[in-house]
T-cell receptor, first 115, second 109 residues
Framework: DADVTQTPRNRITKTGKRIMLECSQT?????MYWYRQDPGLGLRLIYY???????NKGEISDGYSVSRQAQAKFSLSLESAIPNQTALYFC??????????????FGEGSRLTVL | GQNIDQPTEMTATEGAIVQINCTYQ??????LFWYQQHAGEAPTFLSY??LDGLEEKGRFSSFLSRSKGYSYLLLKELQMKDSASYLC??????????WGAGTKLIIKP
């Protein structure tokens, strides 16, 4: 089983619908992230969380919200989806402790299409 | 502003060597990552450099020059499975990752 699991892996929805992407991890990491990836662009950070009580906006948080339900779970919501939110979304985890590099471990991705 | 530059696309021949360059401008610096990403898949970790010099790991090596804001990833004995995008990411003073857009590497037989 993957250490970082995202659901759903693929979703097609219509403009205006509410969508939730879920992420769970078994790595025991405190830090979790949501990124989106568009062709020709780098990974862009949407939200990140360093522990259950800590939520921070990334560079492109408008139109998105998150919830950190537990150390292992971090969900991303699109309250009213729009077509330019069509993208590949990645959840990632990391742990900065004891000299760790802070390497990110990614989920398999959730491909979202908004019609 | 903070910025990462890397070539958009490179082509190389199976069995050859290729060097993918990355230049960065960040507010502070706490290291640089290289990740490999096959089409439609998640990025996977290749290397981390924080000190100047070359880190070798099998067929892949990564080099860093902090004074020049420059890194490269060197891939030797190229195999068809090395066809992928290679992402450079620098860590700034707030321990935030600044990502490049990635270099798509095409390997030809």
């Amino acid at each position: 089983d993957a250490d970082v699991t995202q659901t759903p892996r693929n979703r097609i929805t219509k403009t205006g619908k509410r969508i939730m992407l879920e992420c769970s991890q078994t790595k025991g990491h405190d830090r979790m992230y949501w990124y989106r990836q568009d062709p020709g662009l780098g990974l862009r950070l949407i939200y990140y969380s360093f522990d259950v009580k800590d939520i921070n906006k990334g560079e492109i948080s408008d139109g998105y919200s998150v919830s950190r339900q537990a150390q292992a779970k971090f969900s991303l919501s699109l309250e009213s989806a729009i077509p330019n939110q069509t993208a590949l979304y990645f959840c990632a985890t990391s742990d900065l402790a004891g000299g760790d590099t802070g390497e990110l471990f990614f989920g398999e991705g959730s491909r979202l299409t908004v019609l | 502003g903070q910025n990462i530059d890397q070539p958009t696309e490179m082509t190389a021949t199976e069995g050859a060597i290729v060097q993918i360059n990355c230049t960065y401008q960040t507010s502070g610096f706490n290291g640089l990552f290289w990740y490999q990403q096959h089409a439609g898949e998640a990025p996977t970790f290749l290397s981390y450099n924080v000190l100047d010099g070359l880190e070798e790991k099998g067929r892949f090596s990564s080099f860093l020059s902090r004074s020049k804001g420059y890194s490269y990833l060197l891939l030797k004995e190229l195999q068809m499975k090395d066809s992928a995008s290679y992402l450079c990411a620098a860590i700034d003073s707030n321990y935030q990752l600044i990502w490049g857009a990635g270099t798509k590497l095409i390997i030809k037989p």
